[in-house]
Protein backbone atom coordinates (compact mmCIF):
# COMPACT_ATOMS: atom_id res chain seq x y z
CA UNK A 1 0.00 0.00 0.00
CA UNK A 2 1.18 3.60 -0.67
CA UNK A 3 1.25 6.34 2.07
CA UNK A 4 1.61 10.23 2.31
CA UNK A 5 2.81 11.29 5.16
CA UNK A 6 2.81 15.10 6.49
CA UNK A 7 4.16 15.84 9.22
CA UNK A 8 3.05 19.25 9.83
CA UNK A 9 -1.14 19.74 10.62
CA UNK A 10 -0.35 23.50 10.95
CA UNK A 11 2.49 25.58 10.12
CA UNK A 12 2.64 30.04 10.35
CA UNK A 13 4.78 32.32 7.80
CA UNK A 14 5.65 35.88 7.96
CA UNK A 15 4.47 37.66 4.53
CA UNK A 16 7.41 37.69 2.34
CA UNK A 17 9.36 35.03 4.29
CA UNK A 18 9.69 31.57 2.66
CA UNK A 19 8.66 28.04 4.13
CA UNK A 20 9.26 24.54 3.92
CA UNK A 21 5.97 21.98 3.48
CA UNK A 22 7.46 18.33 4.61
CA UNK A 23 6.30 15.28 2.69
CA UNK A 24 7.18 12.13 2.92
CA UNK A 25 5.61 8.73 0.99
CA UNK A 26 6.14 5.36 0.91
CA UNK A 27 6.04 2.89 -2.41
CA UNK A 28 7.29 -0.18 -3.94
CA UNK A 29 6.88 1.45 -7.39
CA UNK A 30 9.86 2.76 -9.58
CA UNK A 31 7.63 5.10 -11.97
CA UNK A 32 5.42 7.48 -9.70
CA UNK A 33 4.57 11.12 -9.94
CA UNK A 34 4.09 13.75 -6.97
CA UNK A 35 1.74 16.70 -6.58
CA UNK A 36 1.52 19.34 -4.18
CA UNK A 37 -2.63 20.90 -4.31
CA UNK A 38 -3.41 24.09 -2.95
CA UNK A 39 -6.84 24.12 -1.00
CA UNK A 40 -8.26 27.64 0.10
CA UNK A 41 -11.18 28.15 2.02
CA UNK A 42 -13.23 28.45 -0.97
CA UNK A 43 -13.13 24.87 -1.35
CA UNK A 44 -11.55 23.86 -4.53
CA UNK A 45 -8.39 22.22 -4.85
CA UNK A 46 -5.17 23.79 -6.99
CA UNK A 47 -2.37 22.28 -8.61
CA UNK A 48 0.63 23.71 -7.50
CA UNK A 49 2.81 21.64 -8.83
CA UNK A 50 3.92 18.05 -9.83
CA UNK A 51 7.41 16.09 -10.20
CA UNK A 52 7.96 12.82 -12.16
CA UNK A 53 10.14 10.36 -10.22
CA UNK A 54 11.98 9.65 -12.96
CA UNK A 55 13.51 13.01 -13.41
CA UNK A 56 16.02 14.02 -11.30
CA UNK A 57 15.83 17.98 -11.99
CA UNK A 58 13.35 19.58 -9.01
CA UNK A 59 10.56 20.98 -10.60
CA UNK A 60 9.60 24.71 -9.81
CA UNK A 61 6.86 26.91 -10.98
CA UNK A 62 7.26 30.64 -9.87
CA UNK A 63 7.52 30.70 -5.84
CA UNK A 64 7.35 27.27 -5.66
CA UNK A 65 9.90 24.79 -5.47
CA UNK A 66 9.91 21.31 -4.73
CA UNK A 67 13.00 19.56 -3.09
CA UNK A 68 12.98 15.96 -4.50
CA UNK A 69 14.77 13.17 -2.75
CA UNK A 70 13.92 9.64 -4.44
CA UNK A 71 16.28 7.58 -1.80
CA UNK A 72 14.55 9.00 1.45
CA UNK A 73 11.44 9.19 -0.53
CA UNK A 74 10.59 12.73 0.86
CA UNK A 75 8.82 15.36 -1.72
CA UNK A 76 8.95 19.08 0.01
CA UNK A 77 7.62 22.11 -0.84
CA UNK A 78 9.26 25.75 -0.76
CA UNK A 79 7.15 28.87 -0.90
CA UNK A 80 9.31 31.79 -1.40
CA UNK A 81 8.38 35.48 -0.55
CA UNK A 82 4.86 34.18 0.91
CA UNK A 83 1.54 36.18 -0.25
CA UNK A 84 -1.31 36.24 1.99
CA UNK A 85 -3.25 34.56 -0.87
CA UNK A 86 -0.92 31.53 0.00
CA UNK A 87 -2.93 30.67 3.24
CA UNK A 88 -4.51 27.40 2.35
CA UNK A 89 -4.47 23.73 3.28
CA UNK A 90 -1.41 22.46 0.82
CA UNK A 91 -1.69 18.01 0.08
CA UNK A 92 0.77 16.29 -1.10
CA UNK A 93 -0.31 13.70 -3.42
CA UNK A 94 1.27 10.56 -5.20
CA UNK A 95 0.23 8.78 -7.90
CA UNK A 96 1.70 5.53 -9.73
CA UNK A 97 0.36 3.82 -13.24
CA UNK A 98 -2.57 2.85 -11.18
CA UNK A 99 -3.60 7.13 -11.44
CA UNK A 100 -5.89 7.44 -8.50
CA UNK A 101 -4.21 10.10 -5.94
CA UNK A 102 -3.09 9.07 -2.49
CA UNK A 103 -3.17 11.75 -0.13
CA UNK A 104 -1.60 13.63 2.50
CA UNK A 105 -3.70 14.53 5.86
CA UNK A 106 -2.66 18.22 4.85
CA UNK A 107 -0.41 21.26 6.32
CA UNK A 108 -2.87 24.25 6.91
CA UNK A 109 -0.87 27.28 5.90
CA UNK A 110 -1.14 30.40 7.38
CA UNK A 111 0.87 33.73 6.12
CA UNK A 112 0.65 36.72 8.45
CA UNK A 113 1.35 40.03 7.20
CA UNK B 1 -12.15 27.09 -21.05
CA UNK B 2 -14.97 25.71 -18.39
CA UNK B 3 -13.08 23.61 -15.52
CA UNK B 4 -14.72 20.60 -13.73
CA UNK B 5 -18.20 21.58 -12.07
CA UNK B 6 -20.14 19.61 -9.47
CA UNK B 7 -23.82 19.73 -8.66
CA UNK B 8 -25.33 20.42 -6.32
CA UNK B 9 -22.57 22.55 -4.38
CA UNK B 10 -24.17 21.65 -0.44
CA UNK B 11 -26.79 18.87 0.19
CA UNK B 12 -28.72 18.26 3.13
CA UNK B 13 -30.32 15.09 3.82
CA UNK B 14 -31.92 12.83 6.58
CA UNK B 15 -30.37 9.72 7.25
CA UNK B 16 -32.08 6.98 5.48
CA UNK B 17 -32.66 8.83 2.29
CA UNK B 18 -30.80 8.45 -0.59
CA UNK B 19 -28.76 11.48 -2.91
CA UNK B 20 -27.31 11.41 -6.36
CA UNK B 21 -24.44 14.05 -6.85
CA UNK B 22 -23.31 15.10 -10.34
CA UNK B 23 -20.13 16.06 -12.25
CA UNK B 24 -19.24 18.09 -15.47
CA UNK B 25 -15.85 16.99 -16.42
CA UNK B 26 -13.66 19.36 -18.63
CA UNK B 27 -14.22 18.94 -22.00
CA UNK B 28 -12.24 16.04 -23.77
CA UNK B 29 -10.75 14.56 -20.53
CA UNK B 30 -11.07 10.70 -20.71
CA UNK B 31 -10.71 10.14 -16.68
CA UNK B 32 -12.72 10.73 -14.25
CA UNK B 33 -12.66 10.33 -10.36
CA UNK B 34 -14.32 10.57 -6.91
CA UNK B 35 -12.72 11.48 -3.90
CA UNK B 36 -14.41 11.92 -0.42
CA UNK B 37 -12.94 14.59 2.18
CA UNK B 38 -14.31 14.31 5.36
CA UNK B 39 -13.92 16.60 8.27
CA UNK B 40 -9.96 16.69 9.55
CA UNK B 41 -8.83 14.06 7.31
CA UNK B 42 -7.06 13.74 3.63
CA UNK B 43 -8.84 12.75 0.30
CA UNK B 44 -10.08 9.19 0.15
CA UNK B 45 -10.33 7.82 -3.32
CA UNK B 46 -13.92 6.57 -4.45
CA UNK B 47 -13.90 5.58 -8.11
CA UNK B 48 -12.37 5.47 -11.11
CA UNK B 49 -13.41 6.15 -14.58
CA UNK B 50 -11.43 5.73 -17.59
CA UNK B 51 -12.91 5.77 -21.28
CA UNK B 52 -15.04 2.87 -21.85
CA UNK B 53 -13.00 0.77 -19.60
CA UNK B 54 -14.76 -1.35 -16.44
CA UNK B 55 -14.46 1.82 -13.30
CA UNK B 56 -12.00 0.72 -10.96
CA UNK B 57 -14.53 0.69 -7.94
CA UNK B 58 -11.63 -0.19 -5.28
CA UNK B 59 -11.86 2.49 -3.14
CA UNK B 60 -16.14 2.41 -2.78
CA UNK B 61 -16.34 2.25 1.02
CA UNK B 62 -19.79 0.31 1.36
CA UNK B 63 -22.50 -1.32 -1.13
CA UNK B 64 -24.46 1.81 -0.53
CA UNK B 65 -22.31 3.71 -2.61
CA UNK B 66 -22.74 3.67 -6.70
CA UNK B 67 -21.67 5.88 -9.17
CA UNK B 68 -21.91 5.80 -13.46
CA UNK B 69 -20.54 7.84 -15.59
CA UNK B 70 -22.41 8.16 -19.27
CA UNK B 71 -21.72 8.30 -22.64
CA UNK B 72 -18.26 9.49 -21.19
CA UNK B 73 -18.55 12.12 -19.97
CA UNK B 74 -21.11 13.62 -17.19
CA UNK B 75 -20.91 11.20 -14.12
CA UNK B 76 -23.62 10.78 -11.03
CA UNK B 77 -21.85 9.39 -7.73
CA UNK B 78 -25.06 7.72 -5.56
CA UNK B 79 -25.43 7.43 -1.96
CA UNK B 80 -28.10 5.07 -0.67
CA UNK B 81 -29.46 4.94 2.77
CA UNK B 82 -27.57 7.73 3.67
CA UNK B 83 -25.82 7.41 7.17
CA UNK B 84 -24.38 10.40 9.18
CA UNK B 85 -20.99 9.01 8.85
CA UNK B 86 -21.56 10.19 5.02
CA UNK B 87 -21.12 13.58 5.91
CA UNK B 88 -18.61 15.09 4.03
CA UNK B 89 -17.23 17.11 0.90
CA UNK B 90 -17.37 14.48 -2.35
CA UNK B 91 -14.45 15.90 -4.71
CA UNK B 92 -14.65 15.15 -8.95
CA UNK B 93 -11.78 15.45 -11.05
CA UNK B 94 -11.07 14.89 -14.45
CA UNK B 95 -7.84 14.44 -16.57
CA UNK B 96 -6.44 13.97 -20.41
CA UNK B 97 -4.68 10.56 -19.78
CA UNK B 98 -3.24 11.07 -23.04
CA UNK B 99 -1.31 14.04 -21.97
CA UNK B 100 1.05 12.06 -20.15
CA UNK B 101 0.86 15.05 -16.78
CA UNK B 102 -1.46 12.91 -14.75
CA UNK B 103 -2.72 16.05 -13.25
CA UNK B 104 -5.76 16.01 -12.10
CA UNK B 105 -8.59 19.23 -12.23
CA UNK B 106 -10.59 19.14 -9.61
CA UNK B 107 -14.73 20.74 -9.28
CA UNK B 108 -15.79 22.96 -6.22
CA UNK B 109 -17.01 19.59 -4.45
CA UNK B 110 -20.61 18.65 -2.96
CA UNK B 111 -20.55 19.37 0.84
CA UNK B 112 -23.31 16.33 1.82
CA UNK B 113 -24.70 16.81 5.34
CA UNK B 114 -26.64 13.64 6.74
CA UNK B 115 -28.41 14.61 9.92
Known amino acids: AQTVTQSQPEMSVQEAETV???????????????????????????????????????????????????????????ISDSQLGDTAMYFCAFANSGYALNFGKGTSLLVTP | GAGVSQSPSNKVTEKGKDV????????????????????????????????????????????RFSAERTGGSVSTLTIQRTQQEDSAVYLCASSLRSSGRHEQFFGPGTRLTVL
Request: net charge positive; aromatic share 16%.
Open chain 1, 20 to 78: TLSCTYDTSENNYYLFWYKQPPSRQMILVIRQEAYKQQNATENRFSVNFQKAAKSFSLK
Open chain 2, 20 to 63: ELRCDPISGHTALYWYRQSLGQGLEFLIYFQGNSAPDKSGLPSD
